[in-house]
């Protein structure tokens, strides 16, 4: 199991089996992997390899984010069209270089998106 620091809150990062409870979803839906805020803990499927791990881990590393610097209250408040769209860029701007940082710490190489690969990390999950 892998730990990474956001705003100051220990997330655990681990690799399940297939199939496993904690890839359910709070919609009941089977997932690749899944971000539990209760447990501060992202759940990713051991079935998943590189290259779809590099988006998947990410994905989840976006999720964790928003939840560890309390971002969706502020979104559910407004729900205009031109709010989430500087919600989005706000998030974007602010948090994507972070989520690409702790990825690749994660996975203990850059990461690779459509191509694009950056940020080299320092130990592997």
Not at 31 to 53: E, F, K, N, W
């Amino acid at each position: 199991m892998k730990t990474v620091l956001i705003n100051g809150l220990t997330w655990f990062v681990c690799r399940v089996l297939p199939g496993a409870a904690s890839l359910i979803d709070r919609t009941g839906t089977p997932r690749l992997a899944v971000t539990d805020p209760a447990t501060r803990t992202i759940y990713v499927s051991g079935s998943v390899t590189p290259p779809m791990l590099d988006r998947v881990l990410l994905h989840e590393v976006a999720h964790a984010i928003t939840m560890s610097y309390g971002l969706l209250p502020s979104l559910r408040q407004d729900t205009s069209i031109i709010a989430v769209e500087e919600w989005a860029v706000k998030l974007l701007e602010k948090y994507s270089l972070q989520a690409i940082i702790l990825t690749g710490q994660i996975l203990h190489r850059p990461v690779c998106i459509d191509n694009y690969c950056a940020v080299v990390a320092q130990e592997s999950l």
